[in-house]
């Protein structure tokens, strides 16, 4: 079966600030309270975008979530008007404040796990929208990836979208960030590694001492099942607690899958050369296994530089690419370990930096910023159209941010009254481009 793989991206929202929300997430914690640029962080992203649609990779795009949310304070108990709900929340609860206003909905590997038609029992794209329980701010993203998702891939002869996994901890999904998908080539039956960070229930081995470990092998295990993916398609991996500590929050910090390679730091499971030794012996084809020794990139250098978080992309010429962000080419031993790459015997050709600050300052990367989604010819056409990148409707977004985002944010600038009504204007627009439709809780009061 003939199929591609797109990769839509989260377009950053217009109140992209540094909360330092994320626990475990080193780069969050150290540029909290610093002063972000949202209009620069949403050109940033579109640029990638447009970067790889020029490569040859269809792009689609997933539109920022609405911020302030104002329902959360709301549900909380802030009563009155919606200014005079946001400065009772700053008074009294700073945290949840900052919570309400956070744009990490463009982090959008989050966003949910996702199963090709050629996997499933059922011959349908499966979705599970990630629950994110593990921190407040970005479990205000579950419901809307959901509506979004239902919207976007409405045709359920085609797509089938399921709600997220209960909202308990017992079952903490993170989404496609812990999840890889092995083939041959795109439209070729798969091999899903799922990763996870602790397991509930169960007699423990020594876990993370400084960070939390967010995904659970339960989650894994559910989605797999609603998937109907088959036992002998499935391989379940514990990451390494040391590689938590370091800030491998995700899976996707420490390893990246593109068909048949696989590039990964020696660090990044807890039994790395069993689950690589598994996964030979489970692949029908040659794979790829480029393994990065911790003498060669420790596992700090791999955080800082998150040589590990570039997209590796295969482009219509059968090579592979690898686009990586601008710290990995600026840290010397990332920079090696790369023209390495280069220099081996692998289907990786090429070499892209992509600058990508003002997402990497909260510590999400190229890869952070995708959702990897592969469909034959047919389940493309019936996607929403409005949602895939061309020329004409990058120029249009980047006119609409140009209007619309400020240069600058600092915590002090979220209480300015003028700020709520340039979002929800913003957002308003958006989804006249898109054709989306009233998306949004504002819009429908």
């Known amino acids: 079966m003939k199929a591609i793989e797109l990769n839509f991206d989260g ?115 499966h979705f599970t929208p990630a629950n994110l329980v593990s921190h407040l701010h970005r479990s205000l993203e579950t419901d809307m990836n959901y509506h979004l998702l239902k919207k976007i891939f409405a045709n359920e002869k085609y797509f089938l979208v399921h709600k997220p996994l209960i909202n308990h901890l017992d079952f903490s999904d993170e989404g496609a960030a812990n999840h890889n998908r092995f083939c041959s080539e795109y439209g070729g039956p798969g091999l899903h590694l799922f990763v996870y960070g602790r397991s509930s229930g169960q007699k423990q081995s020594k876990g993370p001492q400084r960070h939390p470990a967010r995904q659970t092998l339960q989650a894994s295990q559910a989605i797999a099942r ?113 023209n390495k790459i280069l220099q081996a015997d692998n289907p990786i050709q090429a070499l892209h930096f992509i600058d990508c600050r003002q997402s990497m300052n909260n510590g999400g990367g190229p890869a952070c910023l995708r959702l990897r989604i592969v469909l034959t010819e047919m389940e493309l056409r019936a996607c929403h159209p409005q949602s895939i990148l061309d020329e004409a409707l990058y120029q249009r977004l980047v006119s609409w941010v140009e209007k619309h985002y400020r240069d600058q944010l600092s915590t002090k600038d979220l209480l300015d009254p003028a700020l709520l009504g340039e979002c929800y204007n913003a957002l308003d627009q958006l989804t006249h481009l898109l054709k989306l439709g009233s998306i949004y809780n504002f819009q429908k009061i």
């Open 11 to 125: 377009l950053v929202g217009p109140t992209h600030q540094y909360a330092g929300l994320a626990s475990g997430n080193l780069a969050s914690k150290a540029n909290a309270y610093c002063v972000s640029n949202p209009k620069q962080a949403a050109l940033e992203g579109l640029r990638k975008m447009r970067f790889l649609m020029n490569l040859g990779i269809p792009q689609g795009i997933l539109p920022p979530h609405e911020r302030p949310f104002i329902p959360l304070l709301r549900n909380l108990g802030f009563k009155g008007k919606e200014l005079a709900v946001l400065k009772k929340a700053y008074r009294l609860s700073p945290a949840i404040f900052r919570a309400c206003y956070s744009a990490s909905s463009m982090w959008v590997a989050n966003a949910a796990t996702v199963t090709p038609s050629v996997d499933s029992q059922d011959g349908r794209v």
């Open 226 to 338: 609603l998937h109907r993916l088959k036992p002998t398609q499935l391989i379940f991996a514990k990451q390494n607690p040391e590689a938590i500590d370091h800030g491998v929050f995700h899976n996707d910090v420490i390893s990246v899958v593109n068909q048949n390679v696989f590039l990964y730091h020696e660090a990044a499971f807890e039994k790395t050369a069993d689950i690589i030794k598994r996964l030979q012996e489970r692949a029908p084809y040659h794979l790829y296994c480029i393994g990065v020794l911790n003498s060669e990139l420790s596992l700090a250098a791999a955080v800082r530089s998150y040589l590990f978080n570039s997209q590796l992309l295969s482009l219509p010429t059968g090579a592979m690419a690898l686009v990586a962000p601008l710290e990995s080419q600026e840290n010397a031993a990332a920079s090696h370990v790369l």
